[in-house]
């Protein structure tokens, strides 16, 4: 309300500047514009139905201690713009903080998952709210209440650590979530029951790196003939293999080293 009444000031002091009139209607506030827009036209005042109410007594709101600036200041929650400023320095993409700013609900999980946590955890946590969290969200896959409940945003909070931690691929920590969207359960235990966990065992990589070249003879053939895109498809095979559950890096270095 206060930026529109000062938004309403500015407007219309420039259009009786111009010499221009000051049309009577109703405006509305556009948040994202920060602009008043015309909503529908009045001819005059009494088309509003303005009358004193007899059963109303007038107050002076400036004597009454509840009413003050800074009372009322201390109970404003966080307002849009001071929101969207927030999350605009924490480094946050421009469509993830109008998501967070619009969706509060989307915008409180964030913040309890994200609260104290590194600079990296907070743009991976955001991340994976927006494309994992709020997309199942709008085909009825997430309840409300599951992201009012702390606990959740804690596990996603611990979900980011693993990945930190080179515990879970990118793919692995998907399959992680959207398990973790269906049962109230630690990441970790959920990572171990379903054998994500990320492997960085030679043996097992080197397992892994040999069957996919076996498979794989006439991608392996364009690798040697200097075909660099082969070896990402390779790795791509071994992830598959996995379950996303081999660590992407070590197993790239183990697949050239079995190709020579």
């Known amino acids: 309300m206060e930026r529109a009444i000062e938004y309403e000031i500015l407007r219309q002091t420039e259009l009786l ?93 964030f913040d309890k998952a994200s609260r104290d946590t590194s600079q990296d955890a907070v743009l991976l946590i955001a991340n994976y709210i927006v494309s994992d969290v709020a997309g199942k ?48 359960d630690d990441p970790e235990a959920i990572a171990k029951e379903h054998g994500l966990i990320q492997q960085s065992d030679a043996g097992a990589l080197k397992a892994i790196s040999e069957k996919v070249i076996n498979s794989n003879p006439q991608v392996v053939a364009d690798y040697r003939a200097g075909k660099e895109a082969a070896l990402q498809f390779l790795v791509g095979q071994g992830m598959k293999e996995s379950r996303g559950s081999a660590n992407p890096g070590e197993l790239r270095d183990q697949i050239k080293k079995s190709l020579g």
């Open 137 to 184: 969200r709008e085909v009825g896959a997430v309840a409300d209440a599951w992201l009012l409940d702390v606990a959740n945003a804690l596990r996603m909070r611990k979900l980011i650590e693993l990945i930190q931690k080179d515990m879970l691929s990118s793919r692995g920590a998907k399959e992680v979530l959207a398990l973790m969207l269906t049962k109230n």
């Open 17 to 109: 500047e111009r010499g221009e009139v000051v049309v009577q209607e109703t405006r509305g506030w556009d948040e994202n514009k920060q602009v008043t827009f015309s909503q529908r036209k009045k001819e005059s005042s009494h088309d509003y139905r303005y009358f004193p109410d007899p059963d109303l007594p007038k107050l002076l709101l400036s004597k009454i201690p509840e009413f003050s600036q800074g009372a009322l200041t201390k109970e404003l929650p966080e307002l849009p713009w001071e929101c969207r400023a927030r999350y605009t320095k924490l480094g946050l993409k421009p469509d993830d903080v109008e998501m967070f700013v619009r969706d509060r609900l989307l915008g409180d999980f």
